[in-house]
């Protein structure tokens, strides 16, 4: 059974840094993609970015390029999410997702889901 359990949320001042995790179990990731997500009350669940097992690149959305950045950890089977220069619009629930072969920035194309983290950030 797939399990994703991220964590790292919490609550920062705007301009502050928080680095959020999701651990995966329950299979060989090695031909799946992991998403980031995020959905922020009365709001849509948004793409924040995504990342292969097998590739070192990411892919990011325009609203957090060049201040977020997906990394990860084969070897632990853990993903990270580094969150730089933080602002209260990146307030919200963060979930990361994985799916077989590429990423894609649409949520209904992953199938595991984590619990999700809550990110709040004070102006």
């Known amino acids: 059974q797939v399990q994703l359990v991220e964590s790292g949320g919490g609550l920062v001042q705007a301009g502050g840094s928080l680095r959020l995790s999701c651990a995966a179990s329950?299979?060989?990731?090695?031909?799946?993609?992991m998403g980031w997500f995020r959905q922020a009350p009365g709001k849509e669940r948004e793409f924040v970015g995504c990342i292969r097992w097998s590739n070192v690149n990411a892919y990011y959305a325009d609203s957090v390029k060049g201040r977020f950045t997906i990394s990860r950890d084969n070897a632990k089977n853990t993903v990270y999410l580094q969150m730089n220069n933080l602002k209260p619009e990146d307030t919200a629930v963060y979930y990361c997702?994985?799916?077989?072969?590429?990423?894609?920035?649409?949520?209904?194309?992953?199938?595991?889901w984590g619990q999700g983290t809550q990110v709040t950030v004070s102006s």
């Open positions: 329950g299979r060989t990731f090695s031909n799946y993609a």
């Open positions: 997702a994985a799916r077989a072969g590429a990423g894609s920035i649409l949520s209904s194309e992953y199938n595991y």
